[in-house]
């Protein structure tokens, strides 16, 4: 184990009561606990992020992000492969699938899957890059926060890993009217169209 790793899971040891036990104390000492988690995961690689869930009957889940930067993910697998066997705690290498069924919301929008469409956009140059139309029920298509808020409800359908390592072209539209016409599939089906995408990848 490196240095970085073993001084983060040390200091994620110590601390792993009050952590554990995060419910408890007052939002103020909530927000001081959580920055610094945040600060000590930063000392050992900048530009990783956490996410941790709620306690639960069986503990509470801390997830680690790359927040989808590919030259990053070994650190996260390698600060999970290392992390230290603690009761009450999973350790989670990448944002992990929400299903297919989700209402996202990003900036001033909100993007509400069962009313979203997609299409692959073929490149026989680059076959297994994954590109990607995916209309949307907004006409502000040339807003950057669509553009991040669909790739974000993407990554949420998918999960981080996948996300980043086949998506590698996104583009966005507004709803056509008839949309099995132009091509689109409904984007609840992603998920299943990514499973396919990957077996035809591997072939």
Same mark, same amino acid.
């Given at each position: 184990?490196?240095?970085?790793?073993?001084?983060?899971?040390?200091?994620?040891?110590?601390?792993?009561?009050?952590?554990?036990?995060?419910?408890?104390?007052?939002?103020?000492?909530?927000?001081?606990?959580?920055?610094?988690?945040?600060?000590?995961?930063?000392?050992?690689?900048?530009?990783?992020?956490?996410?941790?869930?709620?306690?639960?009957?069986?503990?509470?889940? /801390?997830?680690?992000?790359? %927040?989808? *930067? !590919?030259?990053?993910? #070994?650190?996260?697998?390698?600060?999970? +492969?290392?992390?230290?066997?603690?009761?009450?705690?999973?350790?989670?290498?990448?944002?992990?699938?929400?299903?297919?069924?989700?209402?996202?919301?990003?900036?001033?929008?909100?993007?509400?899957?069962?009313?979203?469409?997609?299409?692959? /956009?073929?490149?026989?140059? %680059?076959? *297994? !890059?994954?590109?990607? #139309?995916?209309?949307?029920?907004?006409? +502000?298509?040339?807003?950057?926060?669509?553009?991040?808020?669909?790739?974000?409800?993407?990554?949420?359908?998918?999960?981080?890993?996948?996300?980043?390592?086949?998506?590698?072209?996104?583009?966005?539209?507004?709803?056509?009217?008839?949309?099995?016409?132009?091509?689109?599939?409904?984007?609840?089906?992603?998920?299943?169209?990514?499973?396919?995408?990957?077996?035809?990848?591997?072939?």
């Amino acid at each position: 184990m490196n240095e970085k790793i073993n001084k983060f899971w040390n200091w994620f040891v110590a601390n792993n009561e009050r952590l554990t036990m995060l419910s408890e104390y007052s939002s103020e000492e909530q927000d001081k606990m959580l920055d610094e988690l945040q600060e000590n995961l930063t000392a050992y690689c900048e530009g990783l992020t956490f996410d941790m869930g709620e306690q639960t009957k069986n503990g509470r889940r /801390l997830v680690f992000s790359a %927040e989808g *930067d !590919i030259e990053l993910f #070994r650190y996260v697998v390698e600060l999970v +492969e290392n992390a230290p066997d603690l009761d009450w705690w999973e350790f989670v290498p990448f944002k992990q699938p929400h299903g297919n069924d989700l209402k996202v919301h990003f900036g001033k929008y909100y993007f509400d899957t069962k009313k979203m469409y997609f299409q692959q /956009l073929e490149n026989e140059e %680059e076959p *297994d !890059i994954l590109g990607l #139309r995916v209309a949307i029920d907004h006409p +502000e298509t040339d807003d950057e926060d669509i553009l991040v808020g669909t790739y974000v409800t993407l990554e949420a359908m998918i999960g981080e890993f996948d996300c980043a390592t086949l998506l590698g072209y996104l583009d966005v539209c507004t709803v056509p009217e008839k949309p099995a016409k132009e091509g689109f599939r409904p984007l609840v089906d992603f998920p299943e169209f990514i499973e396919w995408f990957k077996v035809q990848r591997d072939k």
